[in-house]
C-alpha cells in the first residue's frame, strides 16, 4: 500500500497518527530550515511539513511541482489552522519520504483559471483533466449517472446492452461506418441511437429498458456538436404519454436532488409546440423569464396575429410592418430609457448575419405615460400606445419589434429575447426551470425533394386522434405550393422534448407498433415497399408477432451535465472531446491506416483528385 | 395506463380488487363456456377466466397465441390453487378486455425448450429473447453489472467514458477502423479496450476508476468470440498487485453473494503461471477437482521431470516415452475398471485432431492391488507400482499418459483432464472454485519475427525485481535457437489472471508508469523510437508530468455472465449477438452501402479479382 489515508480525510481526531500519503506536489514554501508542502489527490489536499531533519535529504531529491512522491509522518494540530481546507486543521510533520516519478513543467498553469488555450489544453489534456474546474463536472457527470441509474433500477427498468455493430440506414444524420473484413464490400454502421433495438427489445417482452450509451452521428461538427456522444436512452411499455411525461419528471426531479441538492417541487409545465413557437419564437423556450412574443402579424400555421395591430400597419403608410409576412414584438422590462447609443447597438446586434434581420423598431413606454419609438413619422402616440396594450407593455418597458419573412423573423425575435434576458439577467445559471413541450408535427416539408420527412424519427406514432387522417389519406403532395393545406401537415406527433433552461435535454414519443402504420409511415417519407423491407424489415417482421404499445425518451447525457453544471460547452463535460473537426488532437486522431488494413479490409483510398 | 397490476404480482390479499392487465396470451384453455387465458408479462403470468358473458365476444374477437390484449376484471380465489405459481392462488374474472395487436404463428416455439435451430432463433431474436431461458439469461446479465458497479461505487471508483473513435494501434489484435469524412483519407479505430485512456486517468489524478464498457476486435471469430464484447474495466492509482488483488477479490464476492446469493468466504488460491502450467497443463486451471498433471518428463521452462521415471523410461525399451520430449499423467479415480471399449474410446479420442496425440497409455490400479497397463509388455508390475507412485495415485485410479513434444502433450493432458473431470461429474455447474494465476512471463518469443511480443501488453510492469534485469539487458536475441536462456525470457510480469472454473474471468496487471521503462519495453518488442512516439506519443509524455503508480484489471463481462449462468456460451448472454462470420443475422448487417457514401468518404472498394 502507498499510502493509509487519502489527502482529504485527515482531521483534529487524527493527530498523533502515523499516517503516509501519496499524491502530487501542488505547492512548495520555504520559511528557513522548514519547507511546507501542499500534497494533492482526488480527495483534497493536505499540508506536509518537512522539519530540519530532511533538509539534506531535500537537497539530495529537491521536490518539484506536480512530481508524484509517498510521504510518512505523525499528524499534528496546526498553529495557523485554515478554515477553508476541509483538512485545514493539521498538518503532517514528515518523517520519510520518497519520490515516486518525477514531473516537468507542465505546458500551462494546473489551476482553476489557466493560462492554457483550447488547443494546449486539448493537447494535454491529461493535465487539463487534473484542473478542479474539469474534474467538477466530470464528477458532476458520475453523480448524474449514478442518480439515473438508481432512479430507473427502482422503478423496474433493465440495462440492456445493445449492439454497435449495426447496419446502416441512411435517414436523417449520416452514419458512421465500418468496413467487414469478413465480409468483403460490406460495411457495419455505428448506431446514431439504439431505437430500433429498444423498440425489438419492448416486443420481447422486456416492459422497461434503459441504457446509458454512446451514440454516433458523422455530421459537420458546431460549437455544441461531438461524433460521439452519450444518450440516457429509455423505453417502456404498455404506456400512454402522461405515463412517460410522469416517470421521467420523476428521473429529473431525482436528479435535481441527488446532483445539486435542489427539491425541484414545482409542477413541470406543458406547452404545444404550437404555443411555444407563437409565444417564444421557439421550440425550446427558456421560461426562467416572461418577455413572451407578441404575434402583431402573422402568418406561422395558418394564424394571422392581432387583427388591430395589422388594421393599424394598414393605414400607417409604414410599409415595413405592412408589406411584411411577419411582425412580433418582446417588450423588456424597465429599459424604456435606453439611450440612443444603445438602442443602436441593439439595430446592430440583430443586423449580424446570425440574426439577418434588416432593422428593428423599438417604442418607449417611458414612466410619464407617453409613448416615444423610432417611427413616430407613421405612429401617432394613441397609435403606440394601442400597440403597446396589444404587446401587453407596461410603464417602463421598451418595446423591439422585428418584422420580415416569418421563420428569420421568428427566429431571430427569440434570439433577441434570450438577448436581452441574458443582459437583464434574468438567464440565472443556478436557476432551473423544466418545460414539456408537446405535439409536434409529426412531419415537415422538405421542399427540395417534394416530399414529407419526419420530424422526430419514422417510429414516431401520431397523436391518437390522429391516426385516422393519416391512414385516411394519400400522402402524395400533388401541389407543392400547397403542401400547408395537405392534412399530413396537422398531423402531431405523439411526441414530447423536456427542456431545461431553453435547452433541449430530452425527447422521444409514443411508438407506432402496428406493422399497417408503420408501413403506411415509410411510404409517406417517400420510402418504397422495398426499400423499407431492406431497411427495416425486422422491425416490421417483429410488429407482426405480438407488438405492446410502448414509448420512450433518450435524454442528452452531455448537455444535461453541461447544463446542471451551469455552463453552455458539452466539451467540458466529457472526458476526452473532439475539437471542431472531430479530432483528437492528443492522441492525434483520427489517421492513417497501413495499405495490409485496407488490402485486408478490400478498400482503397479514393486517388487525390 | 394500460395496466393496473403487472402479471407476477396479485396474491390473495388482493381478492376482489378491479383490476386491469396487459401482456401477452401466453396459453388458451376452453372449458365448455368457459375460457381460461395464462397472461405472461415481464413479471410473471397470471390465469384470466372468460366466462359465459363473453363468449360472443371471444367469438367476434377471438384470441391467439402471442396475442396482445388488455384485460379487466375482478380478482377471485382459485378453486384450484397452482402452488408452482407465485399468482397461482388467484385468477382474474374478466368483465371487459381488447386486443392491443394480434400475432401470427410463431417460427418456433416460445418455450424453454424451444424447436427452434440456432440460425431461426438469431434471425427472430426479438421473439427468442421471449423465452424464459434467455430472459433469465439477460437478468442475470443486469443483476452482475449493478453488483459490480454498487461494489466499485462504495470503493470510489468513478465511472468515467472514454471516446470509441480513437487512433489505430496495429499490435496485437486487428482493429475495426472507421473512415473519417471530415478528415479525408484517415480513420478513427474502435478501441480493443480503453487502456491507454484510464491509465491517463490515472495520470490526471482520478485514483480509481471504472467503466462497463464495450470494446472491438477484429479477429476471426472462434465459437465463443464476439466482434464487439463488453468488459468491467477499472484501474487505481497508488497500488502494488496485493492491493489489486484484495479490492477484486472483494468484487467478485459481492458479485456471488447479490447474483448468486452464495457466501464466498474461501480464501481464494493463488498460483503461479509456473505451477498453474506444470500441473494442469493450462494457465487457467479449473481447481474444483484435484486429478493434477505428474510431470513424469518434461522440458517445460528449464524442468527436467521425475529422474525415477525417466531413468524407467530409459531402462524400459519404450520408445515412445524415452524419446518423447514430455510424458504426463493423469489419475482418474475410481475409473481402473474401465472396459477395454472404454480405454480404446479414451485412445481415440486424444488422437482427434483437436488434441493431435498419436495415442495414449494407461496403467490401472486394481483395487486388489495389482496394476495393469498397455504397456506391460514394457513394463513390469514393480516399475508399474513405480509410476503409480510417482504419479500420486491411489488403488482404483487409471493413470492416463501421454508422451510427445512439450506443447502439445502438454495442451493435450489438460484437455485430457478437463474431459474426464467431467466425465466423472467433478465440474458442476452449481460449484464455483477461483483463483488467482499470478507471476507470468512478460515476454513471449515470437519465432516468425525473432523478437520479443507482450504476453499482456505493452503497459504491463515487469515484477519490482526484474526491472533492474529489463533495464540492465540489451533485448537483441543474437541466436534464436536459443532465445530460452536469454535474461528476458525469465522476466515476470506484475499481472494477474482471475480464473473461476477454468476460465479466464477477468485480467490485468501494475502498469508501467515510467517513460523510460515504457521506451525500453517499446524497443524490446522492436518498436522504433520513432514508431513508439507515433503511436503512444501522448502516453510517454504523459508520464513525464507526474504520473503515480497504478494498475488495473479488466474482467470479460460476457464470459463471467455466461460462467455464472451455468453456460459456456457467450452469445445466449448478450442480447443481439453475431454469429461465427460476424454478421447480425436479423439485421441482415453489415450491408453494402451507397456509392454516395463511399464518395463522401473518399475510399472505394478494390475490384473484385
Known amino acids: 500500500m502507498y499510502r493509509t489515508h487519502t489527502c482529504g480525510e485527515l482531521r483534529a481526531t487524527n493527530v498523533n497518527q502515523v499516517v503516509t500519503l501519496a499524491g502530487w506536489v501542488q505547492t512548495i514554501r520555504k520559511f528557513g530550515s522548514i519547507t511546507f508542502v501542499d500534497l494533492r489527490d482526488r480527495y483534497g489536499i493536505t499540508q506536509l511539513l518537512f522539519g530540519e531533519s530532511l533538509i539534506s535529504l531535500l537537497d539530495e531529491q529537491p521536490l518539484g511541482r506536480e512530481y508524484v512522491i509517498q510521504a510518512t509522518g505523525t499528524v499534528v494540530e496546526r498553529t495557523n489552522k485554515n478554515p477553508n481546507m476541509l483538512t485545514g486543521d493539521i498538518e503532517i510533520e514528515i518523517q520519510t519520504f520518497a519520490i515516486l516519478n518525477k514531473a516537468v513543467t507542465p505546458p500551462f498553469t494546473i489551476q482553476d483559471d489557466t493560462d492554457g488555450g483550447d488547443d494546449l489544453r486539448m493537447k494535454y489534456r491529461y493535465l487539463d483533466l487534473r484542473r478542479n474546474a474539469v474534474k467538477r463536472n466530470l464528477q458532476l457527470r458520475y453523480a448524474v449517472n449514478r442518480s439515473a441509474r438508481n432512479y430507473l433500477h427502482e422503478n423496474n427498468f433493465m440495462d440492456i446492452e445493445t449492439p454497435f455493430l449495426i447496419k446502416s440506414t441512411p435517414e436523417g444524420a449520416r452514419d458512421f461506418v465500418v468496413p467487414s473484413r469478413m465480409n468483403p464490400g460490406q460495411f457495419y454502421a455505428l448506431p446514431q441511437s439504439p431505437q430500433t433495438f429498444k423498440q425489438l427489445l419492448m416486443v420481447s417482452g422486456y416492459d422497461r429498458y434503459y441504457q446509458v450509451v454512446k451514440c454516433f452521428r458523422d455530421e459537420d461538427l458546431r460549437a455544441d456538436r461531438q461524433p460521439e456522444f452519450t444518450q440516457i436512452d429509455c423505453e417502456m411499455s404498455f404506456v400512454a404519454q402522461e405515463d412517460i411525461l410522469n416517470m421521467f419528471e420523476g428521473l429529473i426531479k431525482q436528479i435535481f436532488l441527488d446532483v445539486k441538492n435542489i427539491d425541484y417541487n414545482q409542477t413541470i409545465e406543458r406547452m404545444t409546440w404550437n404555443d411555444a413557437m407563437l409565444h417564444y419564437g421557439n421550440d425550446k423556450p427558456d421560461i426562467r423569464f416572461e418577455m413572451k412574443v407578441a404575434n402583431l402579424k402573422t402568418v406561422f400555421e395558418g394564424e394571422t396575429g392581432n387583427a388591430a395591430a395589422t388594421s393599424l400597419f394598414e393605414n400607417s403608410g409604414f410599409k415595413v410592418f405592412n408589406d411584411a409576412e411577419t411582425v412580433l414584438a418582446i417588450s423588456v422590462p424597465g429599459c424604456s430609457e435606453y439611450t440612443r447609443k444603445q438602442t443602436d447597438e441593439l439595430t446592430e446586434w440583430v443586423k449580424r448575419p446570425q440574426i439577418g434581420m434588416n432593422g428593428l423598431v423599438y417604442i418607449r413606454c417611458n414612466t410619464d405615460g407617453t409613448y416615444k419609438s423610432s417611427v413616430d413619422k407613421f405612429f401617432d402616440e394613441s397609435s403606440l400606445k394601442t400597440l403597446a396594450d396589444i404587446c401587453g407593455a407596461k410603464v417602463g418597458d421598451l ?49 427540395d425533394e417534394n416530399r414529407w420527412v419526419a420530424r422526430h424519427h419514422p417510429f414516431t406514432a401520431p397523436k391518437p386522434d390522429h391516426i385516422p387522417v393519416m391512414i385516411g389519406n394519400d400522402p402524395t403532395i400533388n ?102 473537426s472531430g479530432r483528437d488532437t492528443m492522441l492525434d486522431a483520427p489517421g492513417s491506416i497501413d495499405e495490409k488494413q485496407l488490402t485486408e479490409l478490400c478498400i482503397q483510398l479514393q486517388p487525390t483528385q
Request: aromatic share 12%.
Open 479 to 580: 401541389n407543392p405550393a400547397e403542401y400547408l393545406s395537405h392534412p399530413y401537415a396537422n398531423i402531431k406527433a405523439n411526441a414530447y422534448d423536456m427542456v431545461l433552461n431553453g435547452n433541449e435535454i430530452g425527447g422521444g414519443s409514443i411508438r407506432i407498433y402496428q406493422r399497417e402504420l408503420q408501413e403506411k409511415m415509410f411510404d409517406a417519407l417517400g420510402m418504397s415497399r422495398e426499400e423499407a423491407l431492406h431497411k427495416f424489415g425486422f422491425l416490421l417482421g417483429a410488429f407482426e408477432y405480438g407488438a405492446p404499445p410502448h414509448g420512450g425518451i433518450a435524454f442528452g447525457f452531455d448537455r444535461l451535465c453541461a447544463i446542471l453544471g451551469g455552463s453552455e460547452s458539452i466539451r467540458d463535460f466529457i472526458a476526452f472531446p473532439k475539437n471542431n
Open 399 to 447: 418595446i423591439l419589434i422585428l418584422a420580415g419573412r416569418e421563420e428569420r423573423t421568428r427566429k431571430a425575435t427569440s434570439e433577441l429575447r434570450l438577448e436581452m434576458g441574458e443582459r437583464l439577467g434574468l438567464r440565472r445559471k443556478d436557476e432551473f426551470k423544466l418545460l414539456w413541450v408537446l405535439d409536434f408535427p409529426l412531419f415537415e416539408y422538405a421542399e
